[in-house]
C-alpha cells in the first residue's frame, strides 16, 4: 500500500491515508483528495501499465462476496457559497449518519 500512496500522490493526490475499522478489523479503507474532480477524472484515466498492475495487487487483497466498494465525496469548502443565494440548501438542517463497517472498502 506504500507503493499505492506513491503512485496517488505522483498523480496529484494529497492527504493520503489508509484506516483499519475498530469494529471490523478486516476492513481497512484507504483515503486521499484530489485537487479538483477533473484532477481525479485525469488520475483514474491516465494511469500507466505498472501503475494499473500495482492497483490490481492492491485490489487483490480483497476479501469477501462483492467487489471492492468505492465511495467519492465532494467537499463543499469551508466557508464557500452556493451558486445562487435562492438556491436551497437541503442538508443545511440534517445530521448526517455515521458511515457503518459495512461501508466497504477501497485501495
Known sequence: MQE???SRQRNG???W???????????????YHCPTWFDYLRQ??????SERALHQRAMDFHLGPGPVRVRRML???FGSVRWKEDTPD???NEVLP???AA?????
Open 4 to 6: 499505492v500512496q506513491l
Open 17 to 31: 491515508s489508509i484506516a483499519r475499522d475498530i469494529a471490523d478489523p478486516e476492513l481497512w479503507t484507504e483515503r
Open 98 to 100: 455515521v458511515a457503518s
Open 75 to 77: 467537499e463543499r469548502p
Open 103 to 107: 461501508a466497504g472498502s477501497s485501495t
Open 44 to 49: 483514474r484515466s491516465r494511469s500507466t501499465q
Open 13 to 15: 493526490a494529497y492527504g
Open 90 to 92: 437541503r442538508t443545511a
